[in-house]
């Protein structure tokens, strides 16, 4: 086997982000050398670090991305500063990569500089549809860029990386460029059911806190329910302050706030079901899956997700937990009829545990990665 150096671009701290980890930390592991090139916003981490075994170099904002009014207009400000990092370290000779990995849109532009540069090979690995993200928040003229530049730049890459079989859809529909589907599965926990040992019924939550999500209702939703407790933790962005304000009203609400990723699994074993109730008008929620359903079926717990989902038709046809409406009253009798069923909840959580073994693990999903690297173009 071909031993590669790989550089990776991502538009985050990579303390945050478990996909990109685990992809990383798989090459590695298989002999590949890895360096990644990271934007970390905030200045929260050193400019440089060594984590399990994968070389960290972090962008920090500087004085001109300061005084930008926000993120939209930094990007291009990022890709040249990745651009030229990436440059310099193959031109000194401290790492002559022989990949560009680039990690969604707003690393495309800087790999796709480096690619024609260099002349390497390039590979784009779209977490999710960067337009249809981003129309939460912006303008449908900046959603239309964003969907026009995808189109532009992914025909320029020799690899397509993503996550699901919609969003495989989707980029069959833009580009011939071939395409690999490597899903978010977490590593198994354990090859046996094991029980939550809580005494009142939990229900988990770990992760954005957004109006998509059904936040900040879903906490007066489940906090007035009886013999239910409900732990929610999420990053200190979007509805967190709201969310941690909402949370005091009720005792059986505990907001843990902020925590590191490693921490993610054993919260869920401790919980009785997962919930990850996301709004289906969201065309990005609708055709992509939370991280939320590999972590469940990983524990051997339930999952509680939206109908007219991708999630919820997998849930569905996996039978690892119910799919339900998106509203309160729907939300409200799910969680009465898990809560009172136990028998229903270890048959749903011994499904979905089965389904991890056979198919929806790390393990799986890193032999796809690794066969990327295998082929020449």
């Known amino acids: 086997m071909e031993r590669k150096k790989i550089l990776m671009l991502l538009s985050n701290p990579f303390m945050v982000d478990p996909r990109v980890s685990r992809e990383a ?120 860029v964003a969907l026009r530049m995808e189109k532009r730049l992914v025909k320029k890459v020799n690899r397509v990386i993503t996550v699901n079989e919609p969003l495989r859809d989707y980029f069959r529909s833009i580009s011939n460029t071939p395409i690999t589907v490597v899903m978010n599965c977490n590593d198994l926990v354990s090859q046996e059911y094991i029980p939550p040992r809580n005494d009142a019924f939990t229900v988990c939550y770990i992760g954005v806190l957004t109006k998509s999500r059904m936040f900040p209702e879903i906490v007066d939703i489940l906090g007035k329910i009886k013999g239910v407790r409900f732990v929610i933790a999420g990053k200190k962005e979007n509805l967190y302050a709201e969310v941690k304000e909402r949370c005091e009203k009720y005792d059986t609400v505990e907001f843990l706030g902020a925590i590191p990723f490693c921490d993610v699994i054993q919260k869920t074993l401790e919980a009785h079901i997962v919930a990850c109730m996301i709004n289906p008008k969201d065309l990005n929620n609708r055709i992509g899956i939370a991280n939320k359903q590999f972590e469940a079926m990983a524990c051997g717990r339930p999952i509680l997700c939206t109908k007219e989902t991708y999630s919820g038709a997998m849930t569905d046809e996996l039978k690892c937990g119910l799919s339900i409406d998106y509203d309160k009253d729907a939300l409200h009798n799910a969680i009465l009829k898990l809560r009172d069923d136990p028998e229903l909840c270890e048959e749903f959580g011994r499904t979905g545990l089965k389904a991890a073994k056979e198919k929806y693990n790390w393990n799986k999903q890193a032999e796809k990665l690794l066969k990327v690297y295998e082929t020449r173009k």
Request: glycine fraction near 8%.
């Open 25 to 144: 930390k798989s090459l590695v592991d298989y002999g590949h050398e890895v360096t990644v090139i990271v934007w970390d916003r905030k200045g929260d981490y050193p400019s440089e670090d060594i984590i399990d075994g994968i070389r960290i170099i972090r962008i920090h904002n500087n004085l001109l991305m300061k005084i930008m009014p926000n993120d939209l207009f930094r990007n291009p400000l990022w890709w040249r500063r990745a651009y030229k990092k990436g440059l310099e370290l193959y031109k000194s000779g401290q790492f002559k990569f022989d990949v560009v990995h680039c990690h969604d849109l707003d690393t495309l532009q800087s790999g796709v500089w480096l690619k024609k540069k260099l002349g390497l090979k390039l590979i784009y690995d779209a977490h999710e549809i960067f337009g249809y993200m981003i129309a939460r928040d912006m303008p449908k003229f900046i959603v239309g």
